[in-house]
Nanobody
Framework: QVQLVESGVGLVQTGGSLRLSCAAS????????MRWFRQTSGEQRELVAD???????NYADSVKGRFTISRNNAKNTMYLQMNDLKGEDTSVYYC???????????????WGQGTQVTVSS
């Protein structure tokens, strides 16, 4: 069973904007920290941003001031608003979250399927 599902348009021109979403299954007991990573071919996976349940945020220097991470805890959903996109933002973006599936379970790390984001020049 897939627990994290990403969605969003992944093709945009330089300077444009797009928004990615990552939804955890509605029956998840609890969602802890949520993160966006990206991985370009031949590169290591990079942490783009993360957000705590209380809304504390962190950003990679490369996206600070352009990207905004947010979450809706009632909907178990996280978003990444990406503005002023540049060619170097082209990558596969992965949702990540610590999920507790049921009260009897512990938190564990889960990944979305990945979304190709291409910024054209």
């Amino acid at each position: 069973q897939v627990q994290l599902v990403e969605s969003g348009v992944g093709l945009v021109q330089t300077g444009g904007s797009l928004r990615l979403s990552c939804a955890a299954s509605s029956n998840i007991f609890s969602v802890n920290i949520m993160r966006w990573f990206r991985q370009t071919s031949g590169e290591q996976r990079e942490l783009v941003a993360d957000i705590s349940p209380g809304g504390r945020k962190n950003y990679a220097d490369s996206v600070k001031g352009r990207f905004t991470i947010s979450r809706n805890n009632a909907k178990n959903t996280m978003y990444l608003q990406m503005n002023d996109l540049k060619g170097e933002d082209t990558s596969v973006y992965y949702c990540n979250a610590e999920l507790r599936l049921a009260a009897r379970d512990s938190y564990a790390d889960y990944w979305g399927q990945g979304t190709q984001v291409t910024v054209s020049s």
